[in-house]
């Protein structure tokens, strides 16, 4: 399939996905989050692919939803295709690791997008927000949801009622980026880390992603259960065998996925 809006580019079992809508800031066009969604489907089944990195340009990660295209829509345009299901959450359903690598604007939709992602690697030049107040709306890919469980209540609000950006200092100190890198390193970094998730074991690291996220979503104590259950079913697989009996025996271990 070729990408109007996308750039792919292997490196090793990782796959580098680039927003590639340069005059737009890489807004997030209908035509460019279909595509996003296609690509990750062909992703998830190969075998070959171990984690996704996602990225934009030095300027921009995306400067979010498509203003243009959204302009005009009604409200029955909106609410009868419930604009932004199905091909923005791709992401929050996919399987394997994902990080996103931000440089420049992630505002509004692009925000809400790195969000989406297991973790954020951000360049020194990276700036945060959710400015959709501005432009007569509210954030509506989860930036309400996830900002606030993300950088707690006041800073969130702070962000979606004045529309302010927060820069990669600021992002890094709160808690919403994982990492803060200069930005010539920035892809090197966030290919590495990735580089390392791939050598895991790629089941154990869908249980331990799939573990971390349900602390969004339930609680304490159903976490914990399922947090525990996970871990037990880690000791029917061959990779958990493999990794302790590496340990004992000093030596590094040959994960097969299994
Ligand atoms: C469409 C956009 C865009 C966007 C930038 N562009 N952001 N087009 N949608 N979100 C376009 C501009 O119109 C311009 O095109 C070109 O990209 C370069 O942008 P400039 O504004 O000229 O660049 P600059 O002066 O450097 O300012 C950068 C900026 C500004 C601060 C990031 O572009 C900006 O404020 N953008 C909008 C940010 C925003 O409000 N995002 C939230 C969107 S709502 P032309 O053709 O003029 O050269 C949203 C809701 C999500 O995301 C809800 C879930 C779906």
């Known amino acids: 399939m070729t990408y109007q809006n996308l750039l ?8 580098l996905i680039t927003l590639n809508r340069p005059q737009a800031l890489n807004a997030l066009s209908p035509e460019l989050t279909a595509e996003l969604s296609a690509l990750l489907d062909a992703l998830e089944a190969d075998d070959s692919v171990a984690a996704v990195v996602i990225t934009g340009s030095e300027k921009a990660f995306a400067a979010g939803a498509d203003i243009k295209a959204m302009k005009d829509w009604s409200y029955m345009d909106v609410y009868k295709s419930d604009f932004i299901t199905a091909s923005w959450e791709r992401l929050t359903t996919f399987r394997k690791p994902s990080i996103a690598a931000v440089a420049g604007y992630a505002l509004g939709g692009g925000c809400e997008l790195a969000m989406m992602c297991d973790f954020i690697i951000a360049a020194d030049t990276a700036k945060f927000g959710q400015p959709e107040i501005t432009i007569g709306t509210i954030p509506g890919a989860g930036g309400t949801q996830r900002l606030t469980r993300f950088i707690g209540k006041s800073k969130a609000m702070d962000m979606v009622l004045t529309g302010r950006m927060m820069d990669a200092q600021e992002a890094e100190r709160c808690g919403l980026v994982s990492r803060l890198v200069p930005a010539d390193r920035l892809i090197e970094e966030a290919l590495a880390a990735a580089e390392k998730i791939s050598q895991m074991s790629a089941p154990i690291a869908m249980m331990a992603k799939d573990a971390v996220n349900r602390a969004f979503e339930t609680t304490l104590a159903e976490g914990i259960h399922f947090e525990r259950r996970l871990f037990h079913s880690t000791f029917a697989t061959e990779d958990q ?12 271990p040959s994960f097969r996925n299994r």
């Open 8 to 15: 792919l580019e292997m490196h090793g079992k990782v796959a």
């Open 241 to 252: 065998k493999e990794g302790m009996a590496a340990f004992v025996e000093k030596r590094k």
